[in-house]
């Protein structure tokens, strides 16, 4: 018998049996996640057996230990580590961007840290896990097989309601293959899937602006380009990523004079933060990396703080870019979207990731809703039966009383009333209490409400469109609930690796900023000149300038754009030419009043300020950007409120493009658009005209430009209100909006300033306030008009020539401002 049993094979066929089953076991079984729930079977099985264990949010926790002793003896016949190590990552908050799992414990750091023993951590479910892989399991949803011994079933699949293989990521390492997905942002991830299903032939150029770029738990800044783009749209990519630096004063000790550092507050993505230190400290001492004193690890609870203090004689930026370039605080992100696609591994694109995702979230809805239905129908038929047989009540009693038994009882119930199986054991189980007129007329209640159950359901599984509504439903409740804001930085450079470095937020700025707000005179007034002086004087000083009062055409000093009570704490926004936007620390103009540089950060250097706007104190309503090429965006107010000391990027501009003009709106007025040629185009501000948009986007096209011709500016005026007109050779207009004919967008608008001369131009469009008005001719040449020398009249009437001498022309029209 033994030897019946031995077979003879040729050596290279056996090695190429065994080695293929080996790499489909560690492929299929262990190494790469399912496109559906995004979840490699040894997360699935943790999760499973923790749901299994009752260990949901509102729980105790419980001793890891027991939950991988239940994962290893039920479902996962493998080393208890590995479970262990498993179940760590998807505590950790640092790994992933959607944490699965809630721990209590030590799980290790960003420092490489370790994790204490199974035995000393606690862990339970995630509230995102407990509501969106495991709330449906029990509905019927996915399919459940034999685990390896057959003593127990396992779900092939959890009923994902998310695309948990984006939000979180994944990497593993298979036989001839690899994965390495980057961590998403919910939000923006939701909003794909749901302008999939809303239009699923999204062009790509869309679809990656609703997902510009990976999220990582640990921040940072991903240089979006070419990587970005072929990760997405070819499932494989490198993305360049770097950590967030900036420059600082420090002082090293007592009696020492200050020093400049570097200071690291963010590093990338799966870098270990002693593990950098400790080869930045090897780079120093070899001599690759010179002007560097000391290295100090400041990290707190508050957040990470590296402080690298440079030497006297060194430069802060060349060492800055000595760091990005030599050493792991800039490095790449090697994405590849492999996942198993009906048990194979497929590279995909992200459209396909999210595609394969839906069709899945479809299927489980479907058979969720089937399963719901058979339970409704179920229940229905039992009810019926029930008030069925009360509505015969004494024929039933005396029927049950004439049986023998049981079963005859039933069958005389089936055949006399007309009663199925189920529904005659219904009634030989119903309790006495059901006799009450109370429970009579709650089974009929109840029979109303299982019938409109029943057609609710059967409307979903027969109307594809209402259950595609009912998924972007439950998407956005998801989405509500769970979306946090982004916290990895996109920044435009990928492509060359050297983006411009945003000015670094200093942690020590703030409190500069406080005490200098604190030794402020409490009557003070802000002043912001038209030539970009930002001072701050007192009442008698302010008074002593006559700036609200009207001046003839002469050499004056600069107009006033901006009169604020220091005492109101105003938070200015300053936006430049080319779509940054940062907060004006003015607080220090009492020390050291300048031009606008100098109260900026230092990334908006070189780049020309086109706009001061106060910041209202409710955060509310929405700030129009409008560019050269007569695009406009509306963003929220409340994306401007929480700006740190950094520039950021609100509006990205094509090559040539640049920002024009800022103009707060509000729902329900009327927008004002102007062209050089005199051009005015009015639009009502509405969700439906004037979307506001996420910071990505680039706005609509307001205005078709003619050729020679240029955007002059905008206004938002409510109804009733006016605008003010200037031309190049002196011409001042007051032109009521109600005037102008609404139009839409792309519409050629109609003259709103009939010039004397050909060679005239319109240069400027303000909102008409009950301010000073004044028109700057020259560096030191201007003009402060009343408001009510201003004639008000239709585009026909006459405007108010100002009289400049010959070869002179208006360049700028200013408003004073004096209220948040």
Same mark, same amino acid.
């Given at each position: 018998?033994?030897?019946?049993?031995?077979?003879?094979?040729?050596?290279?066929?056996?090695?190429?049996?065994?080695?293929?089953?080996?790499?489909?076991?560690?492929?299929?079984?262990?190494?790469?996640?399912?496109?559906?729930?995004?979840?490699?079977?040894?997360?699935?099985?943790?999760?499973?057996?923790?749901?299994?264990?009752?260990?949901?949010?509102?729980?105790?926790?419980?001793?890891?230990?027991?939950?991988?002793?239940?994962?290893?003896?039920?479902?996962?016949?493998? &080393?208890?580590?590995?479970?262990?190590?498993?179940?760590?990552?998807?505590?950790?908050?640092?790994?992933?961007?959607?944490?699965?799992?809630?721990?209590?414990?030590?799980?290790?750091?960003?420092?490489?840290?370790?994790?204490?023993?199974?035995?000393?951590?606690?862990?339970?479910?995630?509230?995102?896990?407990?509501?969106?892989?495991?709330?449906?399991?029990?509905?019927?949803?996915?399919?459940?097989?034999?685990?390896?011994?057959?003593?127990?079933?396992?779900?092939?699949?959890?009923?994902?309601?998310?695309?948990? +293989?984006?939000?979180?990521?994944?990497?593993?390492?298979?036989?001839?293959?690899?994965?390495?997905?980057?961590?998403?942002?919910?939000?923006? %991830?939701?909003?794909?899937?749901?302008?999939?299903?809303?239009?699923?032939?999204?062009?790509?150029?869309? @679809?990656?602006?609703?997902?510009?770029?990976?999220?990582?738990?640990?921040?940072?800044?991903?240089?979006?380009?070419?990587?970005?783009?072929?990760?997405?749209?070819?499932?494989?990519?490198?993305?360049?990523?770097?950590?967030?630096? =900036?420059?600082?004063?420090?002082?090293?000790?007592?009696?020492?004079?200050?020093?400049?550092?570097?200071?690291?507050?963010?590093?990338?993505?799966?870098?270990? *933060?002693?593990?950098?230190?400790?080869?930045?400290?090897?780079? $120093?001492?070899?001599?690759?990396?010179?002007?560097?004193?000391?290295?100090?690890?400041?990290?707190?609870?508050?957040?990470?703080?590296?402080?690298?203090?440079?030497?006297?004689?060194?430069?802060?930026?060349?060492?800055?870019?000595?760091?990005?370039?030599?050493?792991?605080?800039?490095?790449?992100?090697?994405?590849?979207?492999? !996942?198993?696609?009906?048990?194979?591994?497929?590279?995909?694109?992200?459209?396909?990731?999210?595609?394969? /995702?839906?069709?899945?979230?479809? =299927?489980?809805?479907?058979?969720?809703?089937?399963?719901?239905?058979?339970?409704?129908?179920?229940?229905?038929?039992?009810?019926?039966?029930?008030?069925?047989?009360?509505?015969?009540?004494?024929?039933?009693?005396?029927?049950?009383?004439?049986?023998?038994?049981?079963?005859?009882?039933?069958?005389?119930?089936?055949?006399?009333?007309?009663?199925?199986?189920?529904?005659?054991?219904?009634?030989? !189980?119903?309790?006495?209490?059901?006799?009450?007129?109370?429970?009579?007329?709650?089974?009929? *209640?109840?029979?109303?409400?299982?019938?409109?159950?029943?057609?609710?359901?059967?409307?979903?599984?027969?109307?594809?469109?209402? +259950?595609?509504?009912?998924?972007?439903?439950?998407?956005?409740?998801?989405?509500?609930?769970?979306?946090?804001?982004?916290?990895?930085?996109?920044?435009?450079?990928?492509? #060359?690796?050297?983006?411009?470095?945003?000015?670094?937020?200093?942690?020590?700025?703030?409190?500069?900023?406080?005490?200098?707000?604190?030794?402020?005179?409490?009557?003070?007034?802000?002043?912001?000149?038209?030539?970009?002086?930002?001072?701050? $004087?007192?009442?008698?000083?302010?008074?002593? @300038?006559?700036?609200?009062?009207?001046?003839?055409?002469?050499?004056?000093?600069?107009?006033?754009?901006?009169?604020?009570?220091? !005492?109101?704490?105003?938070?200015?926004?300053?936006?430049?030419?080319?779509?940054?936007?940062?907060?004006?620390?003015?607080?220090?103009?009492?020390?050291?009043?300048?031009?606008?540089?100098?109260?900026?950060?230092?990334? @908006?250097?070189?780049?020309?300020?086109?706009?001061?706007?106060?910041?209202?104190?409710?955060?509310?309503?929405?700030?129009?950007?409008?560019?050269?090429?007569?695009? /406009?965006?509306?963003?929220? %107010?409340?994306?401007?409120?929480?700006?740190?000391?950094?520039?950021?990027? %609100?509006? *990205?501009?094509?090559?040539?493009?640049?920002?024009?003009?800022? $103009?707060?709106?509000?729902?329900?007025?009327?927008? %004002?658009?102007?062209?050089?040629?005199?051009?005015?185009?009015?639009?009502? $501000?509405?969700?439906?005209?004037?979307?506001?948009?996420?910071?990505?986007?680039? &706005?609509?096209?307001?205005?078709?430009?003619?050729?020679?011709?240029?955007?002059?500016?905008?206004?938002?005026?409510?109804?009733?209100?006016?605008?003010?007109?200037?031309?190049?050779?002196?011409?001042?207009?007051?032109?009521?909006?109600?005037?102008?004919?609404?139009?839409?967008?792309?519409?050629?608008?109609?003259?709103?300033?009939?010039?004397?001369?050909?060679?005239?131009?319109?240069?400027?469009?303000?909102?008409?306030?009950?301010?000073?008005?004044?028109?700057?001719?020259?560096?030191?040449?201007?003009?402060?008009? #009343?408001?009510?020398?201003?004639?008000?009249?239709?585009?026909?009437?006459?405007?108010?020539?100002?009289?400049?001498?010959?070869?002179?022309?208006?360049?700028?029209?200013?408003?004073?401002?004096?209220?948040?």
């Amino acid at each position: 018998m033994a030897e019946e049993r031995i077979q003879p094979i040729a050596l290279h066929l056996e090695m190429q049996r065994s080695y293929l089953e080996y790499a489909m076991s560690v492929i299929v079984g262990r190494a790469l996640p399912d496109v559906r729930d995004g979840l490699k079977p040894v997360q699935r099985r943790i999760l499973f057996a923790m749901h299994e264990l009752g260990l949901t949010p509102d729980r105790p926790y419980r001793k890891c230990a027991r939950v991988v002793g239940d994962v290893l003896g039920k479902y996962h016949p493998h &080393g208890d580590q590995a479970v262990y190590d498993a179940l760590v990552r998807q505590v950790q908050t640092f790994a992933s961007r959607h944490p699965l799992l809630d721990g209590h414990g030590n799980f290790g750091s960003v420092d490489d840290d370790p994790p204490a023993a199974m035995r000393y951590t606690e862990t339970r479910l995630a509230p995102i896990a407990h509501q969106a892989l495991l709330d449906e399991i029990g509905n019927d949803t996915v399919d459940f097989t034999s685990n390896f011994d057959g003593s127990q079933q396992e779900p092939t699949v959890l009923p994902a309601q998310l695309p948990f +293989l984006l939000l979180n990521g994944c990497s593993g390492i298979a036989v001839g293959m690899a994965t390495s997905i980057p961590p998403h942002n919910l939000g923006e %991830v939701v909003e794909a899937l749901i302008a999939l299903i809303r239009k699923p032939e999204l062009a790509d150029d869309k @679809l990656l602006e609703l997902v510009p770029g990976p999220d990582f738990p640990t921040g940072g800044e991903v240089l979006v380009g070419s990587g970005v783009r072929d990760t997405y749209l070819q499932g494989r990519g490198s993305i360049p990523m770097r950590g967030i630096a =900036h420059i600082e004063e420090v002082q090293p000790g007592k009696g020492r004079h200050r020093r400049s550092a570097v200071v690291v507050t963010e590093l990338p993505y799966q870098l270990s *933060k002693a593990g950098w230190i400790e080869k930045l400290a090897d780079q $120093v001492n070899d001599g690759k990396i010179g002007g560097i004193a000391d290295i100090r690890d400041e990290s707190d609870r508050e957040g990470m703080r590296v402080v690298i203090e440079l030497r006297r004689d060194a430069e802060a930026s060349k060492v800055l870019t000595d760091l990005q370039r030599r050493t792991s605080l800039q490095s790449n992100f090697g994405a590849i979207l492999l !996942a198993l696609v009906n048990g194979q591994p497929q590279q995909l694109s992200l459209r396909q990731m999210l595609n394969h /995702f839906l069709e899945y979230r479809e =299927h489980t809805l479907i058979r969720r809703t089937s399963h719901a239905l058979r339970r409704t129908e179920d229940r229905l038929e039992v009810v019926e039966g029930l008030i069925r047989a009360l509505d015969a009540l004494p024929e039933v009693i005396e029927r049950i009383q004439a049986a023998s038994d049981a079963a005859s009882a039933r069958a005389s119930l089936q055949v006399h009333f007309d009663l199925s199986e189920r529904q005659a054991d219904a009634v030989l !189980a119903m309790p006495l209490r059901r006799l009450t007129s109370l429970e009579q007329d709650g089974l009929r *209640k109840e029979s109303l409400e299982l019938m409109e159950e029943r057609e609710r359901l059967r409307h979903l599984l027969d109307d594809r469109a209402a +259950l595609l509504e009912s998924m972007v439903a439950e998407l956005k409740a998801l989405k509500k609930r769970y979306s946090t804001p982004r916290r990895t930085r996109l920044v435009a450079g990928g492509d #060359d690796l050297v983006a411009q470095r945003a000015a670094a937020v200093r942690p020590n700025t703030e409190l500069q900023r406080q005490q200098a707000l604190e030794a402020l005179p409490g009557d003070g007034r802000l002043l912001i000149q038209a030539d970009g002086v930002v001072r701050i $004087v007192t009442p008698q000083t302010l008074g002593r @300038l006559h700036l609200d009062e009207a001046v003839p055409l002469g050499e004056h000093p600069s107009p006033a754009r901006l009169i604020l009570p220091v !005492a109101m704490k105003p938070s200015l926004l300053a936006f430049s030419a080319s779509g940054r936007v940062a907060m004006l620390r003015w607080e220090f103009a009492a020390q050291q009043p300048g031009s606008l540089d100098k109260f900026l950060p230092e990334g @908006l250097l070189g780049d020309p300020i086109v706009e001061v706007l106060p910041l209202p104190q409710n955060a509310t309503g929405t700030l129009g950007l409008l560019s050269s090429d007569g695009r /406009f965006k509306r963003l929220p %107010v409340e994306a401007f409120s929480e700006l740190s000391g950094r520039a950021a990027t %609100v509006l *990205k501009l094509k090559e040539g493009v640049s920002l024009t003009r800022v $103009v707060p709106c509000c729902d329900g007025t009327s927008l %004002v658009v102007g062209s050089s040629s005199g051009r005015l185009l009015r639009l009502d $501000v509405n969700e439906t005209t004037l979307p506001v948009l996420g910071r990505a986007a680039q &706005g609509p096209t307001l205005l078709r430009l003619l050729p020679g011709e240029a955007i002059v500016g905008a206004a938002c005026v409510a109804d009733g209100g006016e605008v003010l007109l200037a031309s190049q050779l002196g011409l001042i207009k007051r032109l009521s909006v109600a005037s102008l004919r609404p139009c839409q967008r792309g519409d050629l608008g109609q003259i709103g300033l009939q010039f004397l001369e050909r060679r005239d131009q319109l240069i400027d469009l303000q909102p008409f306030l009950d301010t000073t008005i004044a028109v700057v001719v020259s560096n030191n040449r201007s003009q402060r008009l #009343d408001p009510a020398s201003l004639p008000a009249g239709d585009p026909p009437a006459a405007a108010l020539a100002l009289g400049l001498a010959a070869g002179e022309n208006l360049r700028q029209l200013v408003t004073l401002t004096t209220a948040l």
